[in-house]
Nanobody, 114 residues
Framework: VQLQASGGGLVQAGGSLRLSCVASGSLFRLYTMSWYRQAPGNQRELVASISNGGSTNYADSVKSRFTISRDNGKSALYLQMNSLKPEDTAVYYC?????????WGQGTLVTVSS
């Protein structure tokens, strides 16, 4: 599956952004989908994931502020980010997992100014 992420940008602290990730192929509904992020000098970390059945999981740092969702009909993954903080600044990547297979999107930069 090929992944194309979009929606990043510059936003002030307290603002909102919605990231999108569109997948190619017809098996999107089978994948566990995730958002990761990587800030300069830091390791890539899991932000949120959603299973093929719709179960969600969030990093403690984004709980109650971010919402992950998917639209299998559109082969799309979303991340609604509210109450953004400067520490949310990072390149955000979407990822698809199915068994031992995984693939990454190209990343989209989110910058939160204080």
């Amino acid at each position: 599956v090929q992944l194309q992420a979009s929606g990043g940008g510059l936003v002030q602290a307290g603002g909102s952004l919605r990231l999108s990730c569109v997948a190619s192929g017809s098996l999107f509904r089978l994948y566990t989908m995730s958002w990761y992020r990587q800030a300069p000098g830091n390791q890539r970390e899991l932000v949120a994931s959603i299973s093929n059945g719709g179960s969600t999981n969030y990093a403690d740092s984004v709980k109650s502020r971010f919402t992950i969702s998917r639209d299998n009909g559109k082969s799309a993954l979303y991340l609604q980010m509210n109450s953004l903080k400067p520490e949310d600044t990072a390149v955000y990547y979407c990822r698809a997992d199915l068994g031992t297979y995984h693939n990454w999107g190209q990343g989209t930069l989110v910058t939160v100014s204080s």
